[in-house]
């Protein structure tokens, strides 16, 4: 009799361990679906360590490109004009940089010219086919990515890491070895 109670109580308290255990895993694998990932985390604005806000601007093509369309990439974002003679003076080494590194360091170079007036992207066109500039250039025709990014002096280039992360905000122009610098300096 003794033994039957033995067995009994075990296999009770075997039933409940079964029946607890099996209460937190579920409860675990719930509490892992809504806890948000570090980059939820971030908060969006243009500082160093923000997430980098979205946009949406026309390339020279028409096409509509979104930043965020180069998740998991590196990208410079670089705020330009063809009047602005540093900007002017980068566009070579940052061409350099594109055709012979950006796929070495999985990079792309956003260029957003803030030029405003509806001629400009006849200007615009004419700039990059004079310097064969074959990376994306967007149009910001109303001024509203130049100003959310606070491109005052141009240029002013944002780079952002894989995750959509600022990782550095540098104003005045570049030289491809800058560039190749500043991508090895976040990898």
Known sequence: MKRSIIGLVVLICLFAYGVFSSNMTQSTEAEKETIPTASELVEVGIKVGDKA?????????????????????????????????????????????????????QTEILAVNITSDESSTKVVKDFVRQYGITFPVLMDMEGEQAEMFAAITIPTTYLIDKNGIIKKRIVGPMSKERMIELVTSIE
């Not at 949406?56 to 028409?62: F, I, K, P, Q, V």
């Not at 490109?65 to 070579?92: H, I, Q």
């Open 53 to 105: 806000p979205n946009f949406t601007l026309s390339s020279l093509e028409g096409m509509e490109v979104k930043l965020s369309d180069y998740k998991g990439k590196t990208v410079f974002v670089n705020f330009w004009a063809t009047w602005c003679p540093p900007c002017r003076a980068e566009m070579p080494h940052m061409q350099e940089f594109y055709s012979e590194s950006s796929n070495e360091y």
